[in-house]
């Protein structure tokens, strides 16, 4: 079991900066992979950035590419999101989620476990 924790959400103007944390707790953080969705206001839930278990490998929307970066620190148990050069197209509710084969994917049903998740407003 794998409980998760998402903090560092926020209200930034266009052009500015965020940093997602997701605490995980539980056994064996280091052998899920990890992701960050999102869901914004009356749309479906999207993939944003995904990374395997050990950080070799990363994934990214198109539209954040360039803009986001995700990385994982497996000796504190802990996964960022840092946004920078936002829009107002990225505000939404933003999740973390974990997959327990440590496989990265873009499909949120292949996703174990979820955090509650935090809010993103970016202003124009």
């Known amino acids: 079991q794998v409980q998760l924790v998402e903090s560092g959400g926020g209200l930034v103007q266009a052009g500015g900066s965020l940093k997602l944390s997701c605490a995980a707790s539980?056994?064996?953080?280091?052998?899920?992979?990890m992701a960050w969705f999102r869901r914004a206001l009356g749309k479906e839930r999207e993939f944003v950035a995904g990374?395997?278990?050990?950080?070799?490998?990363?994934d990214y929307r198109d539209s954040v590419k360039g803009r986001f970066t995700i990385s994982r620190d497996n000796a504190k148990n802990t996964m960022y999101l840092q946004m920078n050069s936002l829009k107002p197209e990225d505000t939404a509710v933003y999740y973390c989620?974990?997959?327990?084969?440590?496989?990265?994917?873009?499909?949120?049903?292949?996703?174990?476990?979820w955090g509650q998740g935090t809010q993103v407003t970016v202003s124009s």
């Open positions: 539980g056994r064996a953080f280091s052998t899920y992979a």
């Open positions: 990374i395997t278990w050990n950080g070799g490998s990363t």
């Open positions: 989620a974990a997959k327990y084969d440590g496989y990265g994917s873009t499909r949120y049903a292949e996703y174990d476990y």
